[in-house]
C-alpha cells in the first residue's frame, strides 16, 4: 500500500480547537479548503501543487471563506486516493485524518513536499502537467521550473562558468523591473531553451529567484 490512511473522528475539544486554528490561518501557501470534492483530476493539480512546493494541508468540507460546510460523501476519500495515486505521476504519499466538527466531518489531507520532483497530475485529456503552490494558488511550472527540477537530478559538483553570457544576465537581472523569459531572450539573443537552462542554473546557485506578478513569473536578482 503506498499512502497512510489515518481514520480519527475526533470528538474531543482539542481536535475542534486544532480544525478551527487551522481554518482561522484561511488559504495560503500551504493550505487549501475544499468544499466539495468531485472530479480526481482537480483535486490532484493540488496534491502536485504541494508536492512541488513545501508540502501543505488540503481540508475538504470548508468553503473559502472559512464556513464549515463538512464532506457530502464517503466517495470524497476515493477520490483523494484516486488523485494521488491514478493521476498524480509519480504517485503521492499522504495522510488523511477525519475530524468531526459542529456535527459535520471534515477531511484533512497532509501532503509532504517530494523528494522526487516534478510531480504531474493528468488532465482530462490525459496530459501530464506540473504545478506549484504559490501563495493560494495553484500555477502551472513553468519550462524554467522543470530545468530546475531536471538540474538538480543530475547535478554532480556542478560548477557554473561567468562568460559574456552569464555576465550579461546578471547586468539584466541587477535591473529595477524583474526580468521576464522573453526579454532576456531578446536581449541576449539566445534562444528560449538556453535562457531557461541558464536561468534555472542562477536560482539553482541562490544567485536569482523566481517572482510572481500579474500572472507571470519573472526573475530578479536573490
Not at 470528538?11 to 472530479?39: N, P, R, V, W
Not at 489531507?109 to 501563495?135: H, M, T, W
Amino acid at each position: 500500500m503506498t499512502f497512510l490512511y489515518t481514520f480519527a473522528a475526533m470528538k474531543a475539544a482539542t481536535g475542534t480547537d486544532y480544525i478551527c486554528k487551522l481554518i482561522a490561518e484561511g488559504e495560503h501557501q500551504q493550505q487549501d479548503f475544499k468544499f466539495e470534492i468531485s472530479d480526481a483530476r482537480k483535486i490532484a493539480r493540488s496534491i502536485s501543487a504541494f508536492s512541488n512546493t513545501e508540502g501543505g494541508k488540503l481540508l475538504v468540507g470548508v468553503k473559502d471563506n472559512g464556513k464549515i460546510s463538512g464532506i457530502r460523501s464517503d466517495e470524497e476519500a476515493y477520490m483523494i486516493e484516486a488523485a494521488a495515486q491514478l493521476y498524480c505521476c509519480p504517485s503521492v504519499n499522504y495522510s488523511l485524518q477525519t475530524h468531526l466538527i459542529e456535527g459535520k466531518q471534515i477531511l484533512l489531507i497532509q501532503i509532504e513536499e517530494s523528494k522526487n520532483k516534478p510531480v504531474y497530475a493528468k488532465n482530462e485529456e490525459g496530459k501530464q502537467l506540473a504545478y506549484v503552490r504559490v501563495k493560494d494558488e495553484n500555477i502551472l511550472a513553468t519550462a524554467v521550473h522543470l530545468r530546475i527540477w531536471q538540474q538538480n537530478k543530475n547535478a554532480t559538483g556542478e560548477l557554473i562558468e561567468f562568460t559574456e553570457r552569464e555576465e550579461l544576465l546578471l547586468k539584466l537581472l541587477e535591473g529595477e523591473t524583474p526580468l521576464s523569459l522573453n526579454r532576456y531572450c531578446r536581449k541576449a539573443g539566445i534562444s528560449r531553451r538556453a535562457a531557461e537552462h541558464l536561468l534555472a542554473k542562477f536560482i539553482r546557485f541562490d544567485i536569482a529567484e523566481m517572482v510572481f506578478e500579474n500572472h507571470k513569473f519573472f526573475y530578479k536578482l536573490k
